[in-house]
């Protein structure tokens, strides 16, 4: 969304910047940081932010897109490479960002929420624009922009059409929030709550909630819970207080809570003298805590209790992802519709960019309610998105959407409802493309979602891309400036997906992928990956495929250097990239020292080959014990690799580090390291207490029949499951053909149902297996989880006695897999 317009000398003026511009009159409207998601780029300002490369590295990228305005910082010299680019020139570009934000900010007088916590501030904050927005046009932090950066892009979006602004802000780090305070500038505060997430940033709790309270300082109404706030003598910010808990003294306090016979609960609370009650259609304990913050929030802004407790009522869940799926007709369809705004939906369209693996990118898109500005200018916005997203087809649902179809200059087509899209869709021939859906919640998108995907197993994998992208981003801070990354992406990506895993790795710069055979280096260019792609096990009969694929092998014998000589020569193809494997102790595939000779007569002036890089492989990288074999493996490498590059007289790729070596030993990080299985949030070097890694993996089936049974009576083949007490069995839709081995059955294995951790009981069907859910509140239908964060895929290693490659790659392709983007 981009209301504001600034021009670049009055943005000089308020970030105080010295500058190159050619043009100061140029209008700014825009701001960006990601050369990779660009749009408005003639009215965008690019600031050239620093995370592990220069961010001055992506100038060239923004400037090919049509970006014509930069920050960048006060040591930057090459503005003369980009003719007609204004420059400005500031010691610190996010603190820069930060200030035109806070100046922005000051524009407007309408009230502000600021939301701060370690859970539920999405949350809190789309409740709140639920329950609000039926009288109040407001402005929010699309999606869970709350970090230093994702704040003042938020506040970016105020405009006076608006009467509301709510905004959440996150910290990880002590002296994080002033700034943000500024950016923001509330009046009224919310906490959410205080817990244990980035407790790593902080001494203590106690210093983790004074941090966070800094956000509040000049707020006129503070909202909170005494819980949260243990020590009485904190000086509570605000001019005024409003608090909220349960079952202790507070302006609303929650008496009694009931489960509810449709599935919810209903909440008895007393505020101001009186008795109320609400019934909400959630049961966890996490949900019921956010509404009660959320009615706190209502009360506190003195609306009429009746009519919040209606509102309360109305609630849905909100899903705070977008998933990727897998359609119908060689489809990829996003889900992305638990909100709709302009904000939201570039978001969306930055994701629908990155999936390369179909010609055509379709959007799905209804009328957007509640945007603040009028129609026409909404939908033109809507229109200039799409050209500069580069959409090929629009497809609106709705009568407003409808009424604009002449603003938008692409293939379309356009629906009154979606029920009468959905009697139409078998003749739109929606086929081998990336389909975003982007609806209004009345418009009821779910059912369109149903249409489009394919109908496969119960049993799903989710794939969280986030986390990867954090453990990704992780990993990449502890590498050494210049040292390249090369992704693992062999086994189907370590179970998790091939295409789908090596887009966002794509998108986000790693240097090479790796595979294990050719065939899956194919699907990845059929796919639409261009990344350079090294094969680790190439065979003679798919050279051919190889070398019209542009896929680089793996060289680690003179028998298939050989071959892959007289393949290169019957294609005529001169200085074709590949890769030396060297034998340091591994003594798996590889040459040792002793072959180095004859592997230097044979490449020394080879006109059919350029040696892109030569590696090995670590034994025990994660092992303290094995610490003095490991520096003997790289003291041999180092000596290996200077005769090799002697003999070849020219630098090449060197790499031995894994992931427990990026860890473990900076040292082994020459000029590339190889990250596998640390992507998935895995890495036996780190405690597992304290690991900063993500979980990226989550397994879940559901239950489809619970028995009550009789002490002594027998469960699955052979008997071999026997009921030691009257209880019940549950029977659920994962089995040993889906990857869930035989070896967990007869109570080796557990699963979590509603937070209980239950054993199997019998022995592992095909397609199903038994747990002994004797005691648990569980009902046919309800999910179960086989693997997640809590419940690891560490843990079941363990129960198999074997290591988490084989648990996640023994996961079957008929398992459905969910990629989604918080």
């Known amino acids: 969304m981009y209301h504001p317009e600034y021009s670049v000398q009055h943005i000089q003026e308020i970030i105080q910047a010295e500058g190159v511009t050619p043009d100061p009159n140029a209008v700014i409207r825009t701001l960006a940081f990601d050369s990779r998601k660009l749009a408005d780029e003639k009215f965008t300002l690019f600031f050239a932010l620093k995370g592990r490369r220069s961010g001055e590295t992506y100038i060239k990228q923004a400037y090919d897109s049509g970006v014509r305005n930069f920050v960048v910082r006060t040591d930057y010299k090459d503005t003369d490479a980009w003719p007609g680019a204004n420059f400005l020139f500031v010691d610190h570009p996010v603190q820069a960002l930060q200030s035109l934000a806070a100046a922005h900010r000051k524009q407007f007088n309408y009230p502000v929420i600021a939301i701060t916590g370690s859970n539920g501030k999405t949350i809190v904050k789309e409740w709140l624009y639920q329950l609000l927005r039926h009288n109040k046009k407001i402005v929010r932090s699309p999606k869970s922009y709350n970090s230093q950066i994702g704040v003042p892009l938020s506040v970016w979006n105020m405009t006076a059409e608006q009467e509301l602004g709510i905004f959440e802000a996150g910290i990880s780090l002590r002296g994080e929030m002033a700034a943000l305070a500024n950016v923001i500038q509330p009046t009224i505060g919310v906490l959410t709550n205080l817990g244990d997430a980035h407790n790593e940033g902080f001494g203590s709790k106690a210093e983790k909630l004074e941090e966070k309270l800094k956000l509040f300082s ?56 009186q008795t109320m009650s609400c019934q909400l259609p959630f049961r966890d304990a996490a949900s019921l805590e956010n509404v ?19 509102w309360l009522e109305k609630l849905h869940t909100v899903n705070m992802r977008m998933e990727l799926k897998k359609g119908i007709n060689n489809c990829s369809v996003i889900d992305d519709s638990y909100s709709l705004d302009l904000s939201s939906l570039s978001i969306a369209l930055d994701f629908l960019n990155q999936q390369k693996q179909h010609p055509k990118k379709t959007l799905i898109l209804s009328d957007i309610p509640e945007s603040g500005i009028s129609s026409e200018t909404l939908y033109r916005q809507v229109a200039d998105l799409l050209r500069s997203k580069d959409v090929d087809r629009l497809i609106g649902i709705g009568p ?139 065979d003679v009969d798919g050279f051919e495929t190889m070398i019209d694929n542009n896929l680089e092998p793996e060289l680690y014998s003179l028998r298939v250097l050989r071959n892959f000589l007289d393949a290169l020569s019957s294609s005529g193809r001169t200085g074709y990239p590949v890769h030396i494997k060297l034998d340091t102790g591994m003594h798996r595939l590889g040459f040792i020292p002793d072959e180095l000779e004859p592997l230097l007569a044979l490449i020394s002036g080879e006109p059919g080959i350029a040696v892109k890089s ?23 490498f180092s000596e290996m690799t200077t005769r090799l590059e002697s003999a070849l007289g020219y630098s090449i790729i060197k790499h031995i580090a894994n992931t427990s070596a990026i860890s473990r030993l900076p040292e082994a990080q020459f000029g590339m390291v190889r990250l596998g299985i640390g992507l998935y949030g895995i890495d036996s070097s780190v405690s597992s207490m304290k690991s900063p890694l993500h979980t990226v993996a989550r397994l879940v089936t559901c239950v489809s029949q619970i028995k009550e049974l009789r002490k002594g009576d027998t469960v699955g083949y052979n008997r071999r499951g026997v009921m030691l007490h009257d209880g019940k069995v549950a029977t659920v839709k994962i089995g040993y053909a ?85």
């Open 400 to 538: 407003e959407i409808s009424s604009f179809s002449g603003l938008f200059s692409l293939e379309q087509q356009f629906y009154e409802s979606t029920a009468s899209f959905l009697s139409d869709m078998p003749q739109l021939r929606l086929n081998n493309e990336a389909i975003l859906l982007k609806g209004a919640r009345r418009f009821e998108f779910e059912h369109i979602s149903k249409a489009l995907t394919q109908k496969v197993h119960e049993t799903v994998l989710e794939i969280n891309l986030s986390a990867l992208e954090a453990n990704l981003n992780h990993y990449k801070a502890k590498l050494k400036p210049g040292v390249k990354l090369m992704a693992m992406v062999k086994a189907f990506s370590y179970g998790s997906g091939s295409y789908e895993i090596a887009n966002i790795l794509q998108f986000n710069g790693v240097d090479y992928l790796t595979v294990a055979y050719a065939d899956e280096g194919v699907s990845l260019r059929q796919a639409g990956i261009t990344l350079p792609i090294m094969v680790m096990n190439p």
């Open 218 to 273: 000049q707020v006129d109404l503070f909202v909170y819970s005494p819980r949260y706030i243990p020590d009485e003598n904190i000086s509570l910010p605000g001019r005024k207080q409003f608090s909220w808990a349960f079952n202790q003294p507070a302006d609303l306090c929650i008496t009694h809570q009931e489960d509810s016979p449709s599935g919810g609960t209903t909440l008895t609370a007393s505020f101001q003298g």
């Open 738 to 822: 889906d990857g869930y081995d035989r070896k967990l059955g007869n109570g080796v294995g557990h699963m979590l149902i509603n937070g209980h951790l239950v054993p199997t009981i019998g022995s592992i069907c095909m397609d199903m297996c038994m747990l002994d859910v004797s005691g648990v509140d569980v009902e046919e239908g309800d999910e179960v989880i086989v693997f997640d964060g809590e419940h690891t895929v560490s843990h079941i290693a363990r129960q198999l006695e074997t290591i988490p490659y084989e648990v996640l790659t023994g996961i079957s392709q008929r398992v459905k897999r969910i990629y989604f983007y918080e």
């Open 292 to 310: 009660v913050c959320c009615w706190s929030v209502l009360l506190a802004l003195h609306y009429k209790p009746s009519d919040v407790t209606q």
């Open 614 to 636: 030569a590696f090995s492989h670590l034994t025990s990288s994660e092992d303290p014990d094995s610490d003095h074999f490991t520096r003997q493996q790289i003291k041999l």
